[in-house]
């Protein structure tokens, strides 16, 4: 079946009905729509990326628009659904690796949709947290919000989304909220997977580097970190674990403090790769080598995982693919359940082994 033949582009002596640019008449979406012998609505769909669209109408549209330079105005798009086409990030987070990392995947994700990012940082411990978050979402009159942790396990912060009618998913180590406003990491299941890497080895004098206690997961990495190593019949004492901040120097307090121990760790089990990197640190000043002297595992498997000596066996979490799934369930809530259905593994944590780890030194 042969395509349509299109009109050609609008000119000086040739003006669709349409607004003015430039003195010259442009083409809108009514133009568009009584072009390809469709409805405005259908046009919408196409420029917003419905899957409900048949290909042919589709292609047909596509043509349309490319042959006659349409462009939607973003600010006549923001003023018909009554909102900007912008998608917030706020977050508290002391790893500005992973800030980074999601930011990248929510671009990712938003990609081609005609939506832009804006991010805003923020304190949970300031009295003007909420007060603070509340005027960020309307005076930018977001489409909606993505929260990563630990901004995400503030359960204010859903509740007032609520209230003020804005979008929102959370980005947790667990199920917080409907499904239809959350991803999952699964911290739980990669503290697991570090613990039997660490028994494999034969190692039996393990100490554990929390994150802080305000952050969810710190709590799921050590159970799943202390469930896998009851398995073996092993039981962490509280003097084998100490709170870290998640930060580089956190990590150097913490393993000085772990090794000047008699007797002392053989392996250290670091929360983040950050505190993981302090405590190589720690190592070298107390004259260790590792891995023959002690393993060092991390969690996240960021850049610095690969930047340090030796490079850190750690937990690698899919943050930026993270950041997109998030960007497109609060863009494209149509077919959200068709993708997350087909992958539902995309989120899950795993070991990534490097030369940080290693058998049990001989005592």
Same mark, same amino acid.
């Given at each position: ?206 100490? %554990?580097? !929390? /994150?802080? =206690? ?6 799921? *990495?050590?159970?799943?970190?202390? @469930?896998?190593? #009851? ?16 930060? %580089?120097? !956190? /990590?150097? =307090? ?6 000047? *121990?008699?007797?002392?760790?053989? @392996?250290?089990? #670091? ?35 690969? @930047? ?56």
């Amino acid at each position: 079946m042969n395509s349509p033949k299109l009109p050609s582009p609008p000119s000086s002596d040739h003006e669709p009905e349409g607004g003015l640019e430039g003195g010259r008449k442009r083409a809108t979406i009514n133009d568009i729509a009584r072009l390809a012998g469709v409805s405005k609505k259908t046009v919408s769909r196409v420029i917003n990326q419905s899957p409900f669209v048949r290909d042919e109408t589709r292609e047909r549209i596509e043509a349309v628009i490319a042959e006659w330079g349409y462009a939607p105005d973003p600010q006549a798009r923001g003023l018909a659904f009554r909102r900007s086409f912008l998608i917030g990030m706020i977050y508290d987070n002391p790893n500005p690796q992973y800030v980074v990392n999601m930011q990248l995947g929510l671009l990712d994700g938003m990609r081609g949709s005609g939506f832009e990012l804006v991010v805003h940082p923020c304190n949970r411990a300031s009295p003007t947290f909420l007060a603070d978050v509340r005027t960020f979402v309307e005076r930018q009159k977001l489409y909606g919000v993505v929260l990563p942790p630990s901004v995400s396990e503030d359960e204010r912060v859903a509740k007032l989304l609520n209230e003020i009618g804005c979008a929102y998913i959370r980005i947790a180590s667990v199920e917080l909220d409907k499904p239809e406003h959350m991803i999952v990491g699964h911290d739980r299941m990669g503290g697991a997977q570090a613990a039997r890497h660490i028994l494999d080895l034969g190692h039996r004098r393990i100490a %554990f580097i !929390s /994150g802080p =206690a305000t952050f969810r997961s710190s709590h799921e *990495r050590r159970g799943g970190f202390e @469930a896998a190593l #009851a398995e073996r019949g092993l039981t962490l004492q509280p003097s084998d674990i100490i709170q870290g901040a998640y930060t %580089f120097e !956190s /990590g150097v =307090a913490c393993g000085d403090e772990l090794l000047a *121990r008699t007797p002392r760790p053989t @392996a250290i089990f #670091a929360g983040n790769d950050e505190m993981a990197a302090g405590v190589l640190q720690s190592a070298r000043k107390a004259g260790l080598s590792v891995p023959a002297d002690l393993t060092v595992v991390g969690f996240d498997d960021f850049q610095i995982a690969q @930047a340090v000596w030796p490079p850190l066996t750690t937990i690698h979490t899919p943050t930026r693919e993270i950041g997109r799934m998030a960007a497109e369930k609060l863009i494209d809530a149509e077919r959200r359940e068709r993708r997350e259905e087909r992958d539902p593994a995309r989120t899950e944590p795993t070991l990534v082994v490097r030369q940080s780890s290693g058998p049990a030194p001989v005592v």
